[in-house]
Nanobody
Framework: QVQVVESGGGLVQPGGSLNLSCSAS????????MGWYRQAPGKERELVAS???????NYAESVKGRFTISRDNTKNTIFLQMNTLKPEDTGVYYC??????????WGQGTQVTVSS
């Protein structure tokens, strides 16, 4: 199975920034879609941003203009640059990797807390 590891979470003040990283241990071309999801206390997990191997991206409406997903295909790694953070961005952020044949693998999650 693919191994997915996230890092970069932490505690920041409103208006601050964080950059999350996610690496998947797999051969190049075996992973198509990689994406970031988050889950706030008492709420369902939701898509934040995703990226296909070919470069197509998708963002949640709540983060457009503030978050940017990027991808390094040579390392099976994605990043999430989060700017102008708000308290409602607080939650556990999870990385998911989808292989070309349909298998999904989730990371362990990294905590993001936005508070003054």
């Amino acid at each position: 199975q693919v191994q997915v590891v996230e890092s970069g979470g932490g505690l920041v003040q409103p208006g601050g920034s964080l950059n999350l990283s996610c690496s998947a241990s797999s051969k190049i071309y075996s992973i198509d879609i990689m994406g970031w999801y988050r889950q706030a206390p008492g709420k369902e997990r939701e898509l934040v941003a995703s990226s296909t191997y070919s470069g197509a991206t998708n963002y949640a409406e709540s983060v457009k203009g503030r978050f940017t997903i990027s991808r390094d295909n040579t390392k099976n790694t994605i990043f999430l640059q989060m700017n102008t953070l708000k308290p409602e961005d607080t939650g556990v952020y999870y990385c998911r990797a989808q292989e070309w044949f349909g298998r999904n693998t989730w990371g362990q999650g990294t905590q993001v807390t936005v508070s003054s």
